[in-house]
């Protein structure tokens, strides 16, 4: 398995994976499968142009991402979210998530000033909750009905991470 930064040469690849992970994981994503679907491809390439996107390969195949996408605002640049986690279910078990949060991590330290990682979790999906405090994130807040999908409303654990707390490496 291999563990790259995505250009716009991988936008085809991202692309197909993101639609598949939408109606596959549809409580993962604050997008929706009816809204990507329809997506110029011109769109996913100035998309993977503005978020530090990293994919894992196997086999030359796209098998999973993660973004970290990093505040603009000057009172908010020491912030970054991570984002668009997600793993093919074939591909699951095997370490990439934990990859590529390896490499999310490593960019997230390179960046100058930043200081604090955020991201948002389906209040169900426990073993997600659970790898994310593995990593050295805590939960921090829920926001209620954060989502609505298919009519049902679900909450989004929010869960943040100080680089200055992680180990080294780690």
């Known amino acids: 398995m291999d563990i790259k930064r995505l250009s716009a040469d991988d936008a085809e690849a991202f692309q197909a994976l993101r639609i598949f992970a939408l109606r596959e994981a549809p409580l993962s994503f ?5 809204e990507e679907v329809e997506r110029p491809l011109a769109s996913t390439v100035g998309f993977l142009s503005s978020v530090a996107i990293f994919g894992a390969f196997a086999d030359g195949a796209l098998i999973g991402t993660t973004a970290l996408k990093r505040e ?7 912030r970054a979210a991570v984002v ?3 793993v093919h279910p074939q591909q699951r078990g095997r370490g990439v998530a934990r990859d590529l949060a390896r490499a999310v991590l490593a ?6 000033g930043l200081r604090l990682l955020v991201l948002e ?15 050295g994130f805590q ?9 609505c999908v298919d009519g049902a409303y679900y909450g989004q654990v929010q869960m943040v991470c100080r680089l200055s707390d992680l180990p ?3």
């Open 84 to 86: 668009g986690v997600y």
């Open 30 to 34: 604050g997008s929706s499968y009816e």
């Open 168 to 170: 080294p490496g780690g």
């Open 107 to 112: 960019h997230a330290r390179s960046l100058p």
């Open 139 to 147: 939960r921090c807040g829920l926001l209620p009905e954060a989502m």
């Open 121 to 135: 979790v389906t209040e169900t999906n426990a073993p997600a909750i659970a790898f994310y405090e593995s990593l």
């Open 72 to 78: 603009e605002r000057r009172k908010e640049q020491h």
